[in-house]
T-cell receptor
Framework: SQKIEQNSEALNIQEGKTATLTCNYT??????LQWYRQDPGRGPVFLLL?????KEKRKERLKVTFDTTLKQSLFHITASQPADSATYLC?????????FGTGTSLTVIP | DAGVTQSPTHLIKTRGQHVTLRCSPI?????VSWYQQVLGQGPQFIFQ???????GRGNFPDRFSARQFPNYSSELNVNALLLGDSALYLC??????????????FGSGTRLTVV
């Protein structure tokens, strides 16, 4: 069955630095990979989608890479701000069903 | 435009009871998916409905069922509730069956507590 792993521990970084979150998957080949942000008690909010034939995608301060050989996606937040503090979920997707990782909790310290 | 709306927001039920959760997708969205999120875990896929037909089912027991109505709203039903069913139940909608480049839009969820 599919297995999705994200940074096992919470990530604390200083404001202004770049946060890098990791998503590794096994046992399937997703056609694309989604990243979501989730705040406590709220539903996930869609951030970015990257397709298997794309190596990198950017949106404002966000950058996502997708390495289908390594079965890994990296999610970067540059010039991080305290408002970026949240849990970030990756969802490697095949067809109409997708499965989330456990998420990485990010805290940006002022 | 209203986002995805779910009701109720919170619910307390007793073991063995039945519960119905409701979801209204974004206007024009024909796909509705249901997820269960236990504290500290990522959301787990339960069902997807598109154009009123079930298009996917996750690894959940038959106590879980769902349906989609002609107006594309959806209900998730859970029978014979167990303590382990306590979770945040999330509904997500999209215009296409596969989400597309805009991903899925989630509601704020229904917090179900089984006592």
């Amino acid at each position: 069955s599919q297995k999705i792993e994200q940074n096992s521990e919470a990530l604390n970084i200083q404001e202004g630095k770049t946060a890098t979150l990791t998503c590794n998957y096994t046992n399937y080949s997703p056609a694309y990979l989604q990243w979501y942000r989730q705040d406590p008690g709220r539903g996930p909010v869609f951030l970015l989608l990257i397709r298997e034939n794309e190596k990198e995608k950017r949106k404002e301060r966000l950058k996502v890479t997708f390495d289908t050989t390594l079965k890994q996606s990296l999610f970067h937040i540059t010039a991080s701000q305290p408002a970026d503090s949240a849990t970030y979920l990756c969802a490697p997707t095949l067809g109409n069903q997708f499965y989330f990782g456990t998420g990485t909790s990010l805290t940006v310290i002022p | 435009d209203a986002g995805v709306t779910q009701s109720p927001t919170h619910l307390i039920k007793t073991r063995g009871q039945h519960v119905t959760l409701r979801c209204s997708p974004i206007s024009g969205h024909k796909s509705v998916s249901w997820y269960q999120q236990v504290l500290g875990q990522g959301p787990q896929f339960i069902f997807q409905y598109y154009e009123k037909e079930e298009r996917g089912r996750g690894n959940f027991p038959d106590r879980f069922s769902a349906r989609q109505f002609p107006n594309y709203s959806s209900e998730l039903n859970v029978n014979a509730l167990l303590l382990g069913d306590s979770a945040l139940y999330l509904c997500a909608s999209s215009a296409q069956q596969t989400g597309g480049i805009y991903g899925y839009t989630f509601g704020s969820g229904t917090r179900l507590t089984v006592v």
